[in-house]
Protein backbone atom coordinates (compact mmCIF):
# COMPACT_ATOMS: atom_id res chain seq x y z
CA UNK A 1 0.00 0.00 0.00
CA UNK A 2 1.66 3.42 -1.00
CA UNK A 3 1.73 6.42 1.45
CA UNK A 4 -1.64 8.29 -0.36
CA UNK A 5 -3.94 4.88 0.13
CA UNK A 6 -2.27 4.59 3.76
CA UNK A 7 -3.36 8.05 4.79
CA UNK A 8 -6.75 8.25 2.69
CA UNK A 9 -7.16 4.73 5.10
CA UNK A 10 -6.48 6.76 7.95
CA UNK A 11 -8.65 9.58 7.70
CA UNK A 12 -11.58 7.35 6.84
CA UNK A 13 -10.86 5.75 10.00
CA UNK A 14 -11.02 8.80 11.61
CA UNK A 15 -14.27 9.84 10.32
CA UNK A 16 -16.13 6.64 10.77
CA UNK A 17 -15.00 6.67 14.04
CA UNK A 18 -16.11 9.87 15.03
CA UNK A 19 -19.43 9.87 13.57
CA UNK A 20 -20.28 6.41 14.79
CA UNK A 21 -23.65 6.86 16.71
CA UNK A 22 -25.02 9.56 14.92
CA UNK A 23 -28.35 9.53 13.17
CA UNK A 24 -30.22 10.69 10.87
CA UNK A 25 -28.08 12.67 8.32
CA UNK A 26 -25.95 10.51 5.98
CA UNK A 27 -22.14 12.14 5.76
CA UNK A 28 -20.07 11.36 2.61
CA UNK A 29 -16.83 13.07 2.34
CA UNK A 30 -15.47 14.55 -0.51
CA UNK A 31 -12.19 16.18 0.81
CA UNK A 32 -10.36 17.09 3.65
CA UNK A 33 -7.80 19.66 5.42
CA UNK A 34 -5.27 18.74 9.07
CA UNK A 35 -3.87 20.57 11.26
CA UNK A 36 -1.17 18.70 13.26
CA UNK A 37 -1.47 19.98 17.20
CA UNK A 38 -1.26 17.86 19.87
CA UNK A 39 -3.47 15.02 18.59
CA UNK A 40 -4.57 16.58 14.78
CA UNK A 41 -7.72 18.53 13.86
CA UNK A 42 -9.36 16.91 10.77
CA UNK A 43 -12.14 19.20 8.40
CA UNK A 44 -13.92 17.21 6.48
CA UNK A 45 -16.16 18.95 3.65
CA UNK A 46 -18.97 16.74 3.04
CA UNK A 47 -22.06 16.04 0.86
CA UNK A 48 -25.31 15.29 3.46
CA UNK A 49 -28.82 14.08 3.15
CA UNK A 50 -31.50 13.36 4.95
CA UNK A 51 -32.69 9.34 3.40
CA UNK A 52 -35.25 8.81 1.86
CA UNK A 53 -34.69 12.64 0.76
CA UNK A 54 -33.42 13.71 -3.15
CA UNK A 55 -32.13 16.62 -1.21
CA UNK A 56 -28.28 17.23 -0.99
CA UNK A 57 -26.41 19.80 0.76
CA UNK A 58 -22.77 20.40 2.02
CA UNK A 59 -21.43 20.64 5.40
CA UNK A 60 -18.00 20.63 6.89
CA UNK A 61 -17.29 18.31 10.00
CA UNK A 62 -14.91 19.09 12.23
CA UNK A 63 -12.94 16.66 14.13
CA UNK A 64 -10.37 16.28 16.55
CA UNK A 65 -8.22 13.01 17.36
CA UNK A 66 -5.94 12.86 20.28
CA UNK A 67 -2.71 11.06 19.10
CA UNK A 68 -3.39 8.19 21.68
CA UNK A 69 -7.05 8.39 21.60
CA UNK A 70 -10.93 7.94 20.05
CA UNK A 71 -11.57 10.55 17.31
CA UNK A 72 -15.17 13.02 18.38
CA UNK A 73 -16.49 15.47 16.41
CA UNK A 74 -16.12 18.93 17.51
CA UNK A 75 -18.91 20.56 15.20
CA UNK A 76 -21.21 20.33 12.06
CA UNK A 77 -21.69 23.08 9.90
CA UNK A 78 -24.01 23.08 6.91
CA UNK A 79 -22.39 25.82 4.28
Known sequence: MDSVSRSYARRSKV???AMRGFVGVN??????STQLVNGTNYRFKCNASIPPS????EA?????SLIEGVPHV???TRI
Open 27 to 32: YTPQLV
Open 74 to 76: VSI
Open 54 to 57: EVVW
Open 60 to 64: IVEIY
Open 15 to 17: FDE
